[in-house]
């Protein structure tokens, strides 16, 4: 009897509203399970030398370990026989909420808040969760400079300070 009650409910607007809700998905914020990463080095002119992109899975959703760090900047510091030092790692995360995405994509300026952000620290980079639509859009950047070369034909020799002649029982004359 308890059973035929709630066969008789109408659902009809349970999938009416599933069905409109389809339409919303991609703009729900969701946990971000990867990145693209960017390698650019820079020459000692200034110049941009090389760019190269990866796609990055994240071992915890919405962040990068130190130690994937470490390991990304260890892998990355040599390029065409190059050595490369970090002078920058750039975050870009746009964390629009669904009610204001239509007004981003309808302003005429971007005066709006900038979504990149410079990381100070060599420590776990976390992410704000993302509308699906922009969650390809989420980046890091590596900016790496080129490494002065170092003299190889400098030699330093030893200094002996307090040069004393060693004690014992033969004699000088």
């Not at 390698?39 to 030398?49: F, S």
């Not at 130190?66 to 760090?69: G, K, N, Q, V």
């Not at 390029?79 to 964390?95: E, G, P, R």
């Not at 490494?147 to 400098?154: G, I, S």
């Given at each position: 009897?308890?059973?035929?009650?709630?066969?008789?409910?109408?659902?009809?607007?349970?999938?009416?509203?599933?069905?409109?809700?389809?339409?919303?998905?991609?703009?729900?914020?969701?946990?971000?399970?990867?990145?693209n990463?960017h390698?650019?080095?820079?020459?000692?002119?200034?110049?941009?030398?090389n760019v190269?992109?990866e796609?990055f899975?994240?071992?915890?959703p919405?962040?990068?370990t130190?130690?994937?760090?470490i390991?990304?900047?260890?892998?990355?510091?040599t390029?065409?026989?190059?050595?490369?030092?970090?002078?920058?790692?750039?975050?870009?995360?746009?964390?629009l909420?669904?009610?204001?995405?239509?007004?981003?994509?309808?302003?005429?300026?971007?005066?709006?808040?900038?979504?990149?952000?410079?990381?100070?620290?060599?420590?776990?980079?976390s992410?704000?969760?993302?509308?699906?639509?922009?969650?390809?859009?989420?980046?890091?950047y590596?900016?790496?400079?080129e490494?002065?070369?170092?003299?190889?034909?400098?030699v330093?020799?030893?200094?002996?300070?307090?040069?004393?002649?060693?004690k014992?029982?033969?004699?000088d004359?």
């Open positions: 009897m308890f059973m035929d009650k709630f066969e008789n409910l109408d659902d009809d607007w349970i999938k009416k509203f599933e069905t409109k809700d389809e339409v919303f998905k991609d703009f729900y914020k969701e946990d971000i399970y990867y990145t990463i390698i650019v080095y820079v020459n000692r002119n200034l110049e941009i030398e190269k992109e796609t899975i994240l071992s915890v919405n962040n990068i130190r130690e994937e760090i390991y990304l900047l260890k892998k990355n510091t390029s065409n026989d190059k050595h490369y030092k970090i002078v920058s790692i750039l975050k870009y995360n746009i964390t909420n669904p009610d204001q995405v239509t007004k981003y994509v309808n302003a005429s300026t971007r005066e709006t808040e900038s979504y990149l952000e410079e990381i100070n620290h060599i420590d776990s980079i992410f704000d969760k993302s509308i699906c639509t922009f969650q390809d859009l989420t980046d890091i590596f900016i790496f400079y490494k002065l070369d170092k003299n190889k034909n400098n330093t020799r030893k200094i002996v300070l307090n040069n004393k002649k060693k014992g029982t033969r004699k004359y």
